[in-house]
């Protein structure tokens, strides 16, 4: 007749432990590595969403906007801000060849939506325009903050109000694992997200 109250031996019930402990220590730091990947592709996603907003809210509003990007706090800030138009306001210290006061600040900064954050372990190095350059390699940031503007028609121009001469605005997202996004605004106002493929050395669009 068979015992049916028999239980496992200790020896089993150690093999057993020690097999999940295995397991465990293979899977956890791929699922902390993963969601931390998963918190980077969030937040270049978040930049993008928001650079769509900038750009649509100066075309439906008829009036500059810009996107401030602040590298310099802990975690890493973004902002929308809407520009004076044609307004008397004070000039930009940030822009000190600007001659075109529609893109001067008010003197009351007007941020609408608030101010956005990445995820604490999330920097980005941002690239002013015409002065992007390809990742991986030594990526030349502005002075921080970085600020992205669009004019009426929502394409991405120079802090005067002038085209970009040579290519757009690239935001590079970077996590502690160094895996890398970018957040591309072409000069025609296409606002597309990537991340690099370390395997196989290319970006890959998302």
């Known amino acids: 007749m068979v015992d049916r109250d028999q239980g496992f031996t200790i020896s089993e019930l150690l093999i057993a432990i020690l097999i999940m402990g295995i397991v465990a220590a293979f899977a956890i730091p791929q699922a902390y590595s993963a969601l931390k990947a998963y918190r980077l592709h969030a937040d270049a996603a978040s930049i993008a969403g928001q650079l769509n907003v900038t750009r649509f809210r100066a075309t439906s509003q008829f009036a500059p906007y810009r996107l401030n990007l602040i590298s310099t706090t802990t975690p890493s800030t973004f902002t929308m ?5 044609n307004a008397t306001s004070n000039n930009d210290s940030n822009c000190s060849s600007s001659t075109n006061s529609a893109y001067f600040p008010y003197s009351t900064a007007s941020i609408e939506g608030g101010t956005q954050y990445l995820s604490s372990e999330d920097t980005f190095t941002t690239t002013n ?13 502005g002075t921080p903050p970085t600020k992205v503007y669009f004019n009426t028609r929502g394409m991405p121009v120079n802090c005067d109000g002038t085209p970009i001469a040579n290519g757009g605005v690239v935001v590079y997202v970077k996590n502690r694992d160094n895996l890398t996004d970018a957040v591309v605004v072409s000069v025609g106002g296409r606002i597309a997200q990537y991340q690099w493929s370390s395997t196989q050395n290319k970006w890959i669009s998302r």
């Open 81 to 85: 801000e809407r520009l004076n138009g």
């Open 129 to 141: 325009p015409g002065g992007s350059s390809n990742y991986p390699g030594t990526v030349t940031g």
